[in-house]
């Protein structure tokens, strides 16, 4: 069974960092890219970046570049979000997620309908 445990997610002023722990099981971590996607409130699912963990490739969406840095540990079959600079803006629930088998590039990724496993989320505030 596929398990994808997030952690990391609480309050934080702005201009403040958090990271973001992702936690995967029941699969070979190796043959699959994962991401974080993150739904603010009363919005809708927006992808936040990617990770090829095995060639080290990273795609970021544009709102997040330069802030935020997606990396994987492959002996702990763990994928990890480094935030800073955090702006209200990005408060929301981030969830990481498995890309579907074979999906890759920027197309494939930024799009959430191609992720097929999820974990339960993890809130991010932030506010003063």
């Known amino acids: 069974e596929v398990q994808l445990v997030e952690s990391g997610g609480g309050l934080v002023q702005p201009g403040g960092s958090l990271r973001l722990s992702c936690a995967a099981s029941?699969?070979?971590?190796?043959?699959?890219?994962m991401g974080w996607v993150r739904q603010a409130p009363g919005k809708g699912l927006e992808w936040v970046s990617s990770i090829n963990g095995y060639i080290n490739k990273r795609w970021y969406a544009d709102s997040v570049k330069g802030r935020f840095t997606i990396s994987t540990d492959n002996a702990k079959n763990t994928v990890y979000l480094q935030m800073n600079g955090l702006k209200s803006e990005d408060t929301a629930v981030y969830y990481c997620a498995r890309a579907r088998y074979g999906c890759s590039g920027y197309v494939c990724l930024s799009n959430t309908e191609e992720y097929d496993s999820w974990g339960q989320g993890t809130q991010v505030t932030v506010s003063s």
């Open positions: 029941g699969f070979s971590f190796d043959d699959y890219l």
